[in-house]
């Protein structure tokens, strides 16, 4: 167990190694370049060379990634050029990751609170209008793109009912105390209420469109897990024994049947981190994915590189984390010898 | 390997057992698609796409690329051309016949998504027929390659390489889209190569003297292409509603004289709240066409699938 855990982290680091090196190659080749960028086309071929040195980008490229990687370490990543222009881009990190942890945390807790149950109904009555209707729509969930969908919301319950904000984390006027950057924890802990109140309410229209595809994923696991679990051997032990059906269903079924959700669940991060990249541009949303919506869109590369690198590690740990609950929760794969 | 990648490689090794079973995998398959009202559907809607997108030259009422309602448009207030005479959906944001955009929309919608398909399976084939077929150390370094690319989530992959280009055009999109599926068909191809190394088939082609390239291409690959087929069905509604994504995000297709759905709806954002009709008909459109291509892959998957022959 402890060995398979040490190798998987060795290979988190081999892949944000390999990434940092292709994400820096790709920053150099690009047309322009940062001299460019910091004094314009006209500026004089001394003048370019001044800075070219200054900067360090007249060195071999190998050098010049080593530095990379020195300052990286202790945390510098270079200076933001278009997302907030001036401010380095570890700061930008860390003042929009807890906006989009806060907006995941959210969307998975809605897909699950409504997957579970409803793939555990619809393979109860399978054939039934209920499953028919849910799988449709767990279709239709991944068929249509997720910025749209979150377009149809923010039209209809924010502009049209006017029920919810149209954009952003939190009105202006209201005067909340931070803590820990989580707005909604923050207006928890201080008790300011209002606070609380609104950062939810802020939340609730791009968690919900985020939460369509992870929702149609859960769901079908559950659904199909159920299916299988329902014919096995043990269940019908459990029957033959005289168990009573409320605790067969409790203990046989829907424990036994959670295991592969458990693992979707996780590997639904990385469609999360896509899809906030969407829904928060359109919910002007000041989260990670917004950062990278506009990262590509004004070309700030510091900023996407230590932003692609974070979403990359976060997705590979957050795996990690996954394979070795699933290890803790079934006996079966524990006994097996931790896995290959 | 991860729980992700044992997915990909049960759905391949699931498929590769089948074939021991007494009626041939295919006719099984068939005889239970033929009464499937999802892939009926499915099918239909793909089918009515096909068509569409060959036949929308001689059905499209105007040239997409001329806006011919361009006196109509008034920028200042964000004026469009309304549905009239002879334009019965209206123009779009230059004043282009928008009904014409949204029939031959379906040509580049198409070729976008095969396009992409082919060649995340062209690099998936490659990869995968590499790994399956040689083992030892190829598939080793292929594999570790193949697991760096899918611990990248898949849209900021597409987006990373979209970025790469200075220009964008039509084949950047199609290039970044497909990229991120070569790791998912390398795996799955190799997973159902693997599982069929030591069957019997490949065992009495190799007793008979058979070379190994012919026993790769001849007697394993043809045998592990069913869930090859399942994947890129439903590659090509990914492939569809990705490059609709990479549009809105601004790494799209600058040039819109030939229309796509995907970039008709990115370029619709601006003006989404005052003109809703410009977004949802190539909206309404991906939707459906994507709800075809998965409709379809996942009935292909159930019928391929052994466990469900009961």
Avoid at chain 1, 208 to 219: E, G, H, M, N, T
Wanted: glycine share 10%; charged share 15%; proline share 5%.
């Amino acid at each position: 167990m402890l060995r398979y855990t040490i190798r998987r982290l060795l290979q988190l680091l081999i892949v944000v190694g390999v990434l940092s090196l292709l994400l820096f190659a790709w920053l150099r080749s690009l047309p322009g370049g940062p001299v460019s960028a910091l004094l314009g086309e006209r500026a004089t071929t001394e003048s370019r060379a001044r800075l070219t040195e200054e900067l360090g980008l007249d060195q071999p490229i190998f050098v010049q990634y080593f530095k990379f990687v020195g300052r990286a370490l202790s945390g510098d990543f270079g200076v933001s050029t278009g997302v907030q222009p001036g401010d380095s881009a570890t700061e930008i990190f860390l003042q929009r990751f807890p906006a989009t942890l806060e907006l995941s945390f959210l969307a998975i807790v809605i897909a699950v609170a409504v997957g579970i149950p409803l793939g555990y109904l619809a393979a109860r009555r399978r054939g039934g209008w209920l499953d028919n209707l849910s799988v449709v729509s767990s279709l239709i969930g991944v068929a249509v793109p997720v910025f749209f969908l979150a377009f149809l919301l923010k039209q209809v319950f924010a502009v049209d009912l006017g029920w919810f904000p149209t954009a952003g984390r939190q009105e202006g006027g209201i005067d909340a105390t931070r803590v820990t950057g989580f707005f909604v924890l923050d207006g928890i802990l201080t008790q300011e209420w209002d606070a609380a109140w609104d950062a939810l309410v802020h939340l609730i229209l791009p968690a919900v469109a985020l939460s369509s595809i992870p929702f149609s994923v859960v769901f079908r696991i559950t659904r199909a897990s159920v299916l299988d679990v329902v014919d096995e051997d043990y269940v019908r032990t459990a029957e033959s024994k005289g168990l009573t059906t409320p605790v067969i269903r409790r203990r046989h079924v829907l424990r036994n049947a959670m295991l592969p959700v458990v693992t979707t669940i996780g590997l639904q991060t990385g469609a999360l981190l896509a899809g906030a990249v969407l829904t928060e541009k359109v919910f002007a949303f000041p989260g990670i994915g917004q950062a990278l919506a506009l990262g590509f869109e004004r070309r700030d590369y510091p900023v996407l590189l230590l932003l692609i690198l974070c979403a990359a590690g976060v997705f590979v740990l957050i795996n990690l984390l996954v394979d070795l609950s699933y290890a803790l929760i079934d006996p079966r794969i524990r006994t097996r010898g931790g896995g290959r | 390997m991860s729980t992700r990648t044992d997915k990909i490689d049960a759905l391949s090794e699931q498929a590769a057992r089948g074939d021991d079973a007494g009626v041939s995998l295919a006719a099984a398959a068939w005889r239970r698609l033929r009464r499937n009202p999802v892939f009926l559907v499915g099918s239909t809607i793909v089918l009515l796409f096909v068509v569409l997108a060959i036949l929308s030259p001689f059905l499209a009422p105007h040239d997409p690329a001329v806006p011919m309602l361009g006196d109509q448009v008034v920028r200042a207030r964000n004026q469009i051309p309304p549905v009239q005479e002879g334009h019965p959906l209206g123009g779009d944001q230059v004043g282009r016949d928008l009904l014409s955009r949204v029939l031959i929309g379906s040509q580049q919608t198409l070729l976008v998504g095969v396009l992409a398909t082919l060649i995340g399976l062209a690099g998936g084939l490659v990869l995968g027929t590499l790994a399956g077929a040689m083992g030892g150390w190829v598939d080793t370094v292929v594999m570790r390659a193949v697991d760096v690319m899918l611990s990248i989530p898949g849209l900021l992959l597409a987006v990373s390489i979209g970025a790469l280009f200075a220009r964008p055009n039509q084949y950047t999109v199609i290039l970044a889209v497909a990229v991120v599926q070569i790791p998912v068909f390398a795996r799955l191809l190799r997973g159902s190569m693997l599982a069929q190394r030591h069957s019997d088939h490949v065992l009495a082609a190799r007793a008979l003297g058979v070379r190994q390239r012919s026993i790769v291409f001849r007697h394993m690959l043809p045998n592990s292409l069913g869930p090859v087929i399942v994947q890129a069905t439903l590659v090509l509604a990914i492939a569809i509603i990705e490059a609709a994504a990479l549009s809105f995000l601004g790494l799209g297709n600058p040039d819109d004289r030939l229309p796509e759905w995907g970039q008709m709806l990115g370029q619709a954002q601006n003006v989404i709240d005052s003109h809703p009709q410009l977004a949802f008909w190539p909206a309404g459109c991906i939707i459906v066409v994507a709800l075809g291509f998965t409709l379809m892959g996942e009935s292909l998957r159930e019928a391929l699938d052994p466990k469900s022959r009961r």
